[in-house]
């Protein structure tokens, strides 16, 4: 199985400013043939499902605000937060869909 | 609008059965590939497994500590999907999330259900 390693498992951010968050697969993600990476990211707020934010690596879901991005290739990969907002605390998890199982990371939670 | 609403949960024993049942509003469901997820309680994500559409051949994976145990099925004339768990155990205590592929082949996880919570206890 891939096994997906998040870091840090938390951070406090101040309002306005950048998250970052690291996402390192024990295997390649990246598919050859088609060059993408099968690397998304998700948000879950508490008491609520996971929301996909972030699919082939760096594609933005739509609704999705342009402030959460993402980035990396093959094993490594980032998730930024440019201008953290209030509504922005959450636990963040990546998941790699370039096999099955499908893994997740253990989740990065993100405070102010 | 999309929606996907699970039912079923409960508190069942050790070694019981339930099932879990998932219904799908707002999309062609039956060209969706569909997959279930849990979440034990205050613990991450863990992937349960995947259903492909009939037209892929509606082949079904599962995750190791499931497999054998754990029975995904669709009823597309029903826009429904379900999980059957049997010989449940008490690490099997979670919230069980129904989710739709973005699309066939594309693994991210669109759109999830809100969970329905199974607790397995004596």
């Known amino acids: 199985d891939i096994v997906m390693t998040q870091s840090p498992d938390s951070l406090a951010v101040s309002l306005g400013e950048r998250a970052t968050i690291n996402c390192k697969s024990s295997q390649n993600v990246l598919y050859s043939s088609n060059n993408k990476n099968y690397l998304a990211w998700y948000q879950q707020k508490p008491g609520q499902p996971p929301k996909l934010l972030i699919y082939w690596a760096s594609a933005r879901e739509s609704g999705v605000p342009d402030r959460f991005s993402g980035s990396g290739s093959g094993t490594d990969f980032t998730l930024t937060i440019s201008g953290l907002q209030a509504e922005d605390v959450a636990v963040y998890y990546c998941q790699q869909y370039y096999t099955t199982p499908v893994t997740f990371g253990g989740g990065t939670r993100v405070d102010i | 609008e999309v929606q996907l609403v699970e039912s079923g949960g409960g508190l069942v024993k050790p070694g019981g059965s339930l099932r879990l049942s998932c219904a799908a509003s707002?999309?062609?469901?039956?060209?969706?590939?569909m997959s279930w997820v849990r979440q034990a309680p205050g613990k991450g994500l863990e992937w349960v497994g995947r259903?492909?559409?009939?037209?892929?051949?509606?082949?079904?994976d599962y995750a190791a500590p499931v497999k054998g145990r754990f029975t995904i099925s669709r009823d597309d004339s029903k826009d429904t999907l379900y999980l059957e768990t049997d010989s449940l155990k008490t690490e099997d205590t979670a919230v069980y999330y129904c989710?739709?592929?973005?699309?066939?082949?594309?693994?991210?996880?669109?759109?999830w259900g809100q969970g329905t919570m199974v607790t397995v206890a004596s």
């Open positions: 989710i739709k592929y973005r699309s066939p082949a594309d693994g991210a996880l669109q759109i």
């Open positions: 259903i492909k559409s009939k037209t892929d051949g509606e082949t079904k």
């Open positions: 707002g999309f062609t469901f039956s060209n969706a590939w």
